[in-house]
C-alpha cells in the first residue's frame, strides 16, 4: 500500500521509491503489497482524531486480510463487515466479536446466526424483514443483540451516482420518507431479542464536501428526537457512516482526519442541542481514508501503475 501521495510526491510516485519493486522480484501471480507502517498511522491519526467516546470502524470492504485484521485489533479499532467470509475472517484473526459491526443488505439466515453466536457487538438492520429474522434467531440462541437500524435520509451526496447511497429510489436501508424508518424503530423497540441502541446511515462513498453529512445529521437527529417523544427513549449511538473520499488522482485533495472528526462533532453537537438531546456516541467508518491511497497491484514481474479502488456502501 502506498503512502500519502501528499506526502510522498517528493520521494517519488510510490512515496517510498522504487521499494515496492523489492518484494516483487520473482512473484509470478497476482499480489498487492501494504504498507504496514502507513496503514497503522492512518489508524491512529483516526483513532486520535474522534477521541475516546467514539467508536471508530475500519469497512472491511476497503481490503481485509488477516493481517489487517490483527494490525486493527492491536491499534483499538472496531470492524465493519459484510459478509459471512469477512466475518470468518474477522473471528479467526482474533477481533473481539463486541468491536465487530455486521452489515449488508443480504444478509442470509446462516449468516445472522453466526453474526448472533459469536456476540458480534452491531448488526445493522437493512429492511423489516431483517428486523424479525435477527430478532428471532436471537431468541432461539438465548440471546439479546444489539441493533442499529439504517436508514436512506434522501441525501444527494456529490460523488458518482454510483456510489451514492442514501437516495431514497435505491436498495439500502430503510427511508425516512413516509415514516418507515419510525415504523421500523417501533417494530425493533417490541422485540424482545434486540436492542436497539442506535440509527445508522450512510450517503455515499469518495465523498470530500461535508455538506451531506450536515444534512444527514440533521434529519436522523430528528428521527431520534420523534423516537424520544414517541417511546421516551434516548437512543445511544449515531452513526453517519463513512465513505470520506481519498487521494485517487493528484487533482484530490481529502481533509485531514482530525478536520473531518472537528466538523462532525460540531454538527452532531449542534443538531442534537438544537432537539433538545444528549450528544450519542458517534462511530465514524473510514474504510478507503484508513487503507488509501490504494494498494499497488502487480502481476508477476510487469509493471502495473493501475489502482485500484477502496470504497464503502
Known sequence: MVPDRRAGRARGRHG??????RPRRGVRHPAYFL????????????????????????????????????????EGLHLDVCSGGELTTALSAGMPAE??????????????????????????????QEIVRVAHTAQSLGKRQRVQ??????????????????????????????????EAVRRALKLDGLELVGIHSHIGSQI???AGFEVSARRV???????????????????????????????DDPREP??????????????????????????SS????SSGPPPSPSTGSARSSRSTGCGRT
Not at 467516546?53 to 485484521?69: M, N
Not at 442470509?108 to 437493512?126: F, P, T
Open 149 to 182: 437500524i439504517r436508514v436512506t435520509v434522501g441525501v444527494e451526496a456529490h460523488t458518482h451516482e454510483f456510489i451514492a447511497t442514501a437516495h431514497e429510489d435505491q436498495k439500502f436501508g430503510i427511508a425516512l420518507a413516509g415514516g418507515q424508518a419510525a
Open 221 to 251: 437527529v430528528r428521527l431520534l428526537a420523534e423516537v424520544r417523544d414517541e417511546h421516551g427513549v434516548e437512543l445511544p449511538e449515531i452513526d453517519l457512516g463513512g465513505g470520506l473520499g481519498i487521494a485517487y488522482t493528484s487533482d
Open 35 to 74: 504498507d504496514e507502517d502507513d496503514f497503522r498511522a492512518r489508524c491512529r491519526a483516526w483513532a486520535e482524531a474522534f477521541g475516546p467516546d467514539a467508536d471508530v470502524f475500519y469497512a472491511g470492504k476497503a481490503f481485509l486480510s488477516r493481517a489487517v485484521v490483527r494490525w486493527l485489533r492491536e
Open 258 to 283: 482530525h478536520e473531518i472528526a472537528k466538523a462532525l462533532h460540531e454538527i452532531v453537537g449542534g443538531e442534537c442541542e438544537a432537539a433538545g438531546l444528549r450528544t450519542p456516541a458517534s462511530p
Open 99 to 128: 468491536r465487530i459491526a455486521f452489515h449488508g443488505n443480504n444478509k442470509s439466515e446462516e449468516e445472522i446466526e453466526k453474526a448472533v453466536s459469536a456476540g458480534v457487538g452491531r448488526i445493522v438492520l437493512d429492511s423489516f
Open 16 to 21: 517510498r521509491g522504487d521499494q515496492r519493486d
Open 286 to 289: 473510514p474504510g478507503g481514508p
Open 208 to 210: 470530500f464536501d461535508m
